[in-house]
């Protein structure tokens, strides 16, 4: 789908990717200077880790479009939020002298709350070429409830028997969960609550029924015993998930040692479903790699890749707000080939292909 | 149904209890030694959060009966955990001069793995007075999958269109899940896999449908935002659960400052649906109060209790594994009467009795 000069990325020679990866020569194709911000006091500081779908003879991409208010008074930090009551997005000044930790450049931890230094919404952008994208001025999904006070973020997009499930990250004081919402047009949308409670997020929903039940990975976060693992669970609706299983967790020494989460909707292959996955190493490293599930019983990993299919080589992956990120929640299969749609540095949108054979050999296949 | 003389407890005068709690003169009723462990090189060292049932003319618990390996070697802790591989309970030695964290009785928290000093099982006990119960020798569920690798834990039984749903914590280095099983007998238990996924405990199930749809209390935990809130979430089956809505959460300077999570099965008054939970101070004070929620639409507080109606104010309250702790898991709703079995101190059971009036008092009706 991509007919602008591609170059061929470094991964392979400086991280034993096994992978050719065919970056797109106009990378990153969306930088936060291409969105117009939803209001004059704030600033985009990021577009990045879009819900892929193809609708028509478009490709679509959902934007987390992270914005946060002008910074003009250098004693204080200006944070905006969704306030429920008002249905109006507010803004807060936190004094800097404050006892808090300002070390994490996404949150503010004071010793009372926790607060996101921005807020993202979901903004739709239409391409025909799959390179360059037309942006909406319209957010498709903001901030709208108590669920979502401090933002919505990292859409993935399934279409199931004709609707376009758009599953989310909503976050609020209480707690990071995950919301579904649905499109027929992607003009407008429906709400449907949330479907995983806090903490969870990184949810991809099978883009079809397996002997008559829906299944959705996802990633629960277990303080007590500090794991990040992948779960599959199972559901009659989309709307209700049961039957939860754990299917993968880290591996020690290896570029998902410390975390890992579903990216994109998994695919179905001959010889199974392919799901192409975020891990984290413990210098907050992130890469993108692929995981081979059981096509009927996808709760049973077949094969898992020992090397990333892309890892942050290029300066626009390594540099930005929150560097060495390379984050996809969302691809299009297109004649035998990964369009990856992904997240540079937590700042902009980046395109690669790569080829689905090269995808089946880094899982040994 | 209690015949056995009680007398009135001090938590009224020392607390501002705003309910009498009338607590049974053979407090506790069951004890560790009367437990006979699992296997001669364990030993017993809590029964205490017992589900709660009326089966035919009996009340039966499901007593959590915590154990550890007798400890022999004082330069090493024992812990015993079940491998599910070989489906047996096997034993593990943890030397103390390791960089661990041993300041909590329940854990040991090493820079690797978190592991915990006890494994639990639940175990039936059946009574026709209510006080005076005879153990049963075989667990009714012990731990037998990998979700269930550290033990089960504080049943809550509900009793739905004639079957007896038995929600418990199960507890594995996965994380701090909720599983389901059921029974109609109490002598052959089905296991129906994990209905709330880490890390998410002190579920309770509706006895009955509100309009169609089961619901459920349950208490998620976000680690990022430190929240230990009661949701209420929707199901069509009791297995695959959704819609989920923060229901409340701690109070500032108040008994239930620290942590909630909901205790006893709820149940119906014609004010609405009375639910006994439980609260944590910052000293890890553990006490009972009330919240009522709307009849039809439950995820509505109505009113809640600015006082605990059971407070830890007796010698076995106070002093134990895990001390100043009162913890229920079930009652029976008798004569206007809640006959409440609660765990004390993480070491034994006790039983009191509370009017109905008196709890409503506490609401303010």
Redesign the interface.
Known sequence: MCSTPAHRGDCCKRSNCQVNVFRCGDNPIIKPNDIKPSRDDFEVIGVFNPGVARFSKEVILLLRVAERPIQRDPNVVRVAFHDAASDAIVTKDIAKNIEADFSDPRLIVTPN??LLTSISHLKPARSEDGVHFRIEQDAALAAAN??ESFGIEDARISLIDGTYYIDYVAVS?????TALASTKDFRTFERH????????KDVVLFPEKIHGRYYAL?R????????H?I?I?????L????????LMGRRDNSWDEAKIGASAVPFRTKAGWVEIYHGADRNNRYCLGAVLLDADQPWKVIARADQPILAPETDYECDGFFSNVVFSCGLILDQEKLNVYYGVADTSIAYAQITLDATMASLGL
């Open positions: 709350a926790t108590e669920y004081p209480y707690g990071v969960s609550g949330v479907i995983f409670c806090p903490e969870n996802h629960p976060v277990s303080s007590l015993f500090s794991k693992d779960w669970s199972e559901s009659p609706d709307l209700c998930w049961g039957n939860h299983r754990r």
